[in-house]
Every structure is written in C-alpha cells, then in structure tokens.
C-alpha cells in the first residue's frame, strides 16, 4: 500500500441533531474507522479508496439503515484527505 494509499481516504464528518443522544459506534465500525472528537460529532475514515461508500449517497443510505436516523437528524460533509491533525484543527467544523 502506498503512502498516498492511507494519506488520501474519504472521510465523512457528521454533526447529529441536539435531540440525539448519540451513537453506538460499535454497530457503525463496519463503514469506517470511527471517532468523535467532541459530543455530537463525528468522523468517519473509510478503510479503503475502493469502498462502495466512497460515494456520499450509498454512504448516507447505509448510515440512516444502520442508525434509524433520517436526513433531518443529522449534517454530513465528505472530504478526501490528506488526512492530518492539522488540517482537522484548522477546519471550522472542530
């Protein structure tokens, strides 16, 4: 596997409504690597640049069924690395 290979992987952030309580990331771990790095929001790091959920809608579909949830309870963005602290740091999303 190259460098770029881990460096430039599809990742999704999610914000989750308010009236949430949160996810079980034990049950999600099969679309990604997981964290959330503050409540109520997450992001996911797809394994593989060849995973099906490199596209957002087949992404976001796989999300609703496995979570319960529907689009207007959460926000999604999908960016392609690299994948680095700084950049997750200078993001307005943190």
């Known amino acids: 596997m190259g460098i770029n290979n881990v460096l430039h992987r599809r990742q999704y952030k999610i914000v989750i409504d308010d009236t949430i309580n949160g996810l079980n990331l034990d049950t999600l771990g099969n679309l990604g690597i997981w964290s959330n790095p503050k409540n109520k ?3 996911v790091t797809l394994r593989s640049n060849e995973d099906p959920n490199t596209d957002i809608g087949t992404f976001i579909k796989a999300f609703e069924k496995k979570t319960g949830l529907t689009s207007d309870n959460f926000t999604i963005q ?3 690395g690299p994948l680095t602290l700084q950049r997750a740091v200078d993001d307005e999303w943190f």
Do not use: K
Request: zero cysteines.
């Open 78 to 80: 999908s960016q392609t």
């Open 41 to 43: 929001h997450y992001l």
